[in-house]
């Protein structure tokens, strides 16, 4: 009927089948669990917004790359850029939210840029961020929850680099943007963006060499006390680096990202205090400070220290093996008890399946777990379980089983 | 510099505050839950495909209802409309998947559809399919996953409506659209649309009061046979509709529709097999069946039943004040203390507060409970832990604390 088309994908985007999506599970429920952990609460914004929400709030370049379309009423929509700019639409419009607000949102966002290597067009965020205190110890808290997820995910090499807003306060944003760029064009290549945006050439070779031997600002040493009472280490677990920009304008003191262990120049992640953002949306200013993780540079630096070595390819514990036709009743049953005990339960779809296929079938999904029943296990009310990653084999009573495989 | 703008969101989009993202997460964690044990395994794909990707499979009053737009490289683009046909472009791309692959799916969809209530433009879809298995057994296992999910939800009244399109097999394809509707306009309703889709009135009426005396198809009753193996009864769990006819195109044979426990006509999700989709972009078809819940309207429900009453507001379990600035450090420490043991803690963010208004912040966030570390808990080594729900007090020990608040 219809004509046959190439199924692909588009550039930039991504499917996630089940070995990648156990993987991105795990990371995101630890993520969660430490959220929650620290009292920060789930939030979830629409994927369209409208296009006057989005714009003007990131800077000239970012705005560039929003998703942006007319819908059915004309209406200017855009896709969500990040998750922060929807947080402060969303604070204003609800004005009675009792505040502190801290929340945590792990949503897709979605940008126009060109597709590179570990760079995509839709690719997820996790976002905590606390509005409505001023306090720096509002900062330290992100920055000890972000460190702590680190932690949890048992990744290392990691650090957190901290700068002030402030160090850059003299510049305009587009040379802030220019700046950012430091860790991975160069001295030369930031120079040479600076002087294309209208800078002197001779000012911004002495700006360059200059801003970098800048000294931790009042507020940075005060964050920085924070996180050595809560027990993170300066020097390990973070330290101050006054080459830190940050592209995105909307940042007003406290600025944070966190390095990557292979490329310092790489970030997993980066946040800072923006106490006009929500002003922009309410008409009077709300403080605000948050963190946000790229969970795909996260996984990619987690599986680069081989941390999900000993995850499962699947979520399916055991398949349930069809011996012959006559016992397909049995089968059934089976699976559907250790389904009722909570244990992850494929049954194999064809009774006149040989049996080494249906093993064949549990290997190539990487299903840990493969159970028996045969004439004899029948018999006897047993079943013979086959652990598909050492080949050994035991039979056990069903109790048994189920207390084998809840573990 | 920005002016201020209304901070509203789009029409037919709405964000999740907190109350109802706890909601959400106890649902979707069911329903995953309940996948999984049936050997789904999870999957994502893209929000944006090609736009020939989603187009001419469910039919042409679905296809008006697809957000589509030009990207920046000029290439038709479109928001994903439903699940299944991502998923049927995965299958063919992905031509060395061990078969059957059964996937589970939960992410938004989009539909630029009138904003009504209980409808939106994104909404959450959670869908389970079995593709390359051709066995009724597998829409029978479909069926019963998706009983199982609503059975533990604890949804009372519903049931899964089954009928067979092959009942429907001389409609032409918008014919069987105006059908689906039976439930919501009537018969009258309906000969009027068929009409207006160039049926002669009198065929039209003649149809409709027959076809909903069919009886079983032979494929039904052998799904019933299984379902009923599988213990689940008919007439209660399931039961035979032959007016369902289910709107999108796709479907060749079993169809079923979950109904609302409020009205027969409102369903909480549906699905079918589908066995000509993926060689739509294949070339060779592949045979498929899978069910979609609507996580909405179930929600929607499940508030009437009152099945959230005893959910708590918040996922924070517990606030630790602050009795006044020369004790903020211990409670610091404390709330630290409570994270490290996996109890979700929220520190008061201000030492100079009163106590009562730091309970009232408890109060209106929903917490649960609430920790008072004041000079006597400081000498004596305790806490006091308020109940907020019941006013109760108690002083312990910080180890008993934790026992209490990890219940």
Known sequence: MTKKIKPQTLKGFRDFLPEEMVIRQKVIDILKNVF?????????????????????????????????????????????????????RVIAANPNLPMPFKRYQIQPVWRADKPQAGRFREFLQCDIDTIGNASLRADAEIIACA?????????????????????LRNLKPEFVSAIDKLGKVGKAGVIKELVKKGAKKSWAEKYINSFSK?????????????????GWKEGKDFEFDPTLARGLDYYTSTIFELASPNCKSDSLGGGGRYDNLIGMFLGRDVPAVGFSFG????????????????????????????FSPEFLEESIKLASKLREAGINTDLYPDP??????????????????????????????????????????????IDELQKELQV
């Open 214 to 230: 800048e000294k931790p600002t009042p507020n940075n040493i005060t964050v920085f006390n924070h996180l050595k009472k809560l």
């Open 295 to 322: 969970i795909d540079r996260l996984i990619e630096a987690m599986k680069q220290q081989g941390l999900f070595k000993k995850l499962p390819k699947t979520t399916t514990k055991v398949l349930v093996t069809i």
């Open 36 to 88: 929650e952990s620290y009292g920060f609460e789930p939030l979830e914004t629409p994927a369209l917004e409208y296009a006057e929400t989005l714009l003007g709030k990131y800077g000239e370049e970012a705005d560039k790359l929003i998703y942006q379309f007319e819908d059915r009423g004309k209406r200017k929509v855009g896709l969500r850029y990040d998750l922060t700019v929807p947080l402060a």
């Open 352 to 397: 006149d399946t040989k049996l080494d296929k249906q093993l064949k079938y549990a290997d190539r999904k990487g299903i840990p777990y493969v159970v028996i029943l045969g004439p004899e296990e029948v018999k006897n009310k047993t079943v013979t379980v086959k652990n598909m990653k050492n080949g050994s084999q035991k039979t056990l009573s």
């Open 147 to 167: 460190l702590e997820a680190i932690k949890k995910l048992g990744l290392k090499n990691t650090k957190m680099l901290i700068n002030d807003r402030y160090i």
